[in-house]
């Protein structure tokens, strides 16, 4: 079920900065398709100071108690009393109540974005009233902030995450715990990884950082993650007003000293140009985590300027998430590996917040660090089926290690795998073919089958090393053949479908046996789509792309062998045929016509596919050696090894 979205929009006269809390300063504020209402801060400016001084712990975790309760109940307040915010957020429908609610804080003036709005209660006619509105479980809310500067501009949720570590801890403060956060990433990762090696392909660390060494990363080399670990410093300004906040890098003239970056140095190193390339666009992550005290602090709003995470996301950071209270380590932790762990699965980010929030609450009880995490966030308007795809490229990755790592230790024998990798290899195979069919789209789909016949092709290559998973065995190969067969149905102009399902159809004929009567019907429909898979692999080489032509080739080189089955062909003939067209095949994977990581995978799909003849005893004894003396061409004369590691 969709979220629903809230947007609540809160404004003033007048630019952003220069202005303090005030009973008498009118804000309007805009919520749904509802009137405008005018709305008023119920108290002073500095008589909130000290609030939120308290919410640091300067006096205690009791005193930080107290304050926190006072400050939910003001703040509850003034969301309270916005009439149209309690109208959409109360819905009548019985359904809608189900749902989780996305409330969008759009905010531009720096006093509004000092206002602790996380840890607000339910006040008289929101869910759950009397309970922190983003904790209460009677209709669930993400609350996220926005600015209202923040275009919602076009982007592509990243589904191969690659995170860049941000750790810094001068001499002037404490050590960071890099080492627990560096353990969350891996455990986060580990998923999908086939090896702990693969780890640093993933994620890139600067110990000791300076701004310079966090720009120069990002110009060369492209993150999608940004994960910032380092001590909010506080700065009072030489020329007047309040503290303001930064975060404690290293000098670049002395890395043992404390260099104070704001929040515009950090977005103009993060957001900077490619070097080496011709982009016309900035770099940009899409996610930036702030594991520091006061990153969501906004400080002092006498002076221009806002907390590190609102300047992050005003420079067009799509999803930031800071502090705007001292973070516990274990709350920085928590925090970590709940954002990692769900972001890397394609999870939703609303839901995410709603989530850490609750984990926060549950593990850190001593503090109020579920309220200290603020979520700037501008997501896409189709963000739902880009994350539908994202999830099914992270549950294909996570199959693919876990098929790699079942051969590593499967070895070349024909011993079987034990029996607890089978089930955790089928655990992620089932959530694969989960996520796979909701698929939806024509080529999405299409390709969501593809790659769930093949995948379950290959988690039969290990059934098949023991009798007394013969069962499970043939069970594998009636689903891919299946999957197969829904590809050619629907329509795709390619022969690869057709040849596969024509190979699980004819190969092993157990699977498929005749009806009493049927035979000759069944052997005529078979010649009639051996016949046509070939006329379609030919169209293939006509029109296709370069990598449409190896493919097409491969499925002559099999319909040759496939040829074999009913005893009527001459084997000399079709050897012939095969060697050229696997001569072919080559002429073109050899010669960097396409992206060369894609023609070694072709070229070990095929040599996969041909040793399955021999290995499963598929066909007549002439398909299977026809089938080797062909996968001792590949082997011998071009030096490819059979190698498992992905399953498109």
Request: glycine share 6%; charged share 25%.
């Amino acid at each position: 079920m969709a979220i629903r979205t809230v947007t609540l929009e809160l404004l003033r006269h007048g630019p952003a900065h220069n202005q303090l809390l005030s009973p008498l300063t009118p804000y309007l504020a805009l919520c749904g398709n509802q009137d405008a209402e005018t709305v008023h801060i119920t108290f002073e400016h500095l008589q909130f100071l000290r609030k939120l001084r308290q919410l640091r712990y300067v006096h205690g975790v009791h005193v930080a108690a107290e304050a926190r309760q006072e400050a939910a109940r003001e703040v509850g307040k003034v969301l309270g009393s916005i009439r149209s915010l309690i109208a959409e957020l109360s819905s009548s429908d019985p359904k809608e109540g189900k749902r989780m609610v996305h409330l969008r804080l759009v905010l531009s003036a720096s006093e509004l974005a000092m206002l602790p709005f996380e840890l607000v209660e339910s006040a008289p006619g929101l869910p759950g009233q009397g309970q922190p509105l983003v904790l209460q479980t009677s209709t669930p809310v993400c609350l996220t902030r926005e600015v209202r500067r923040v275009a919602l501009k076009t982007l592509r949720w990243p589904a191969r995450p690659r995170i860049l570590v941000v750790a810094a801890a001068p001499d002037a403060v404490s050590a960071v715990p890099l080492r627990e956060h560096m353990d969350a990433l891996r455990s986060a990762f580990a998923p999908y990884l086939a090896s702990s090696k693969e780890f640093s392909e993933h994620v890139k660390v600067l110990e000791a950082a300076t701004l310079t060494d966090v720009r120069n990363a990002c110009a060369t080399g492209a993150f999608t993650h940004v994960h910032v670990l380092a001590h909010g410093f506080e700065v009072l300004p030489e020329d007047g007003g309040g503290p303001k906040y930064g975060l404690a890098f290293h000098s670049e003239k002395r890395r043992t000293q404390v260099a104070v970056v704001s929040g515009p140095e950090l977005a103009a190193a993060l957001r900077c140009h490619g070097r080496g390339g011709t982009e016309l666009t900035l770099r940009r992550p899409a996610v930036v985590s702030l594991a520091s005290c006061d990153a969501a602090n906004v400080g002092s709003v006498v002076m221009p300027g806002a907390s590190i995470a609102h300047a992050l996301h005003e420079a067009g950071i799509p999803l930031v998430v800071g502090s705007q209270f001292p973070l516990t380590i274990e709350g920085s932790r928590v925090m970590t590996e709940v954002l990692y762990r769900r972001l890397l699965r394609g999870e939703d980010p609303r839901v995410i917040s709603h989530d850490l929030r609750q984990s926060l609450y549950v593990q850190c009880p001593d503090s109020h660090d579920w309220a200290s995490v603020v979520m700037y966030a501008a997501l896409p308007a189709d963000l739902e089926n880009q994350l539908r795809e994202v999830r099914f490229v992270r549950a294909r990755i996570a199959l693919e290690a876990k098929l790699t790592r079942a051969e590593k230790k499967a070895g070349n024998t024909e011993t079987a795998p034990r029996e607890r990798h089978v089930r955790t290899l089928r655990k992620y195979m089932r959530r694969f073919e989960k996520v796979a069919l909701r698929q939806t789209g024509g080529s999405k789909q299409v390709k969501a089958w593809g790659v769930l016949a093949s995948a379950w092709k290959q988690v039969a290559q290990f059934d098949s090393k023991s009798e007394e998973r013969k069962e499970d065995f043939e069970r594998a190969l009636r689903k891919a053949r299946e999957y197969y067969f829904k590809c050619y149905r629907s329509g795709v102009r390619e022969a690869w479908p057709l040849v596969q399902y024509l190979a699980l159809t004819m190969g092993p004929g157990q699977l498929t046996p005749a009806k009493e009567g049927e035979e000759k019907k069944q052997l005529i429909r078979i010649r009639r789509q051996r016949r046509l898979a070939k006329a379609i692999a030919r169209d293939n080489l006509e029109w296709g792309r370069p990598q449409q032509k190896v493919w097409a080739y491969a499925s002559l080189v099999e319909l040759a062998i496939l040829e074999l089955w009913d005893g009527k062909a001459k084997v000399e003939q079709l050897e012939s045929r095969a060697r050229q067209h696997l001569q072919e095949l080559f002429a073109i994977t050899r010669h960097n016509l396409y992206d060369p990581r894609e023609a070694v995978f072709d070229e070990r799909s095929t040599l996969r596919e041909l040793k399955r003849y021999a290995a499963w005893g598929w066909g007549n004894e002439a398909m299977q050696e026809l089938s080797k003396s062909l996968s001792r061409i590949m082997e011998d004369e071009y030096g490819v090894q059979v190698a498992w590691v992905r399953t498109d």
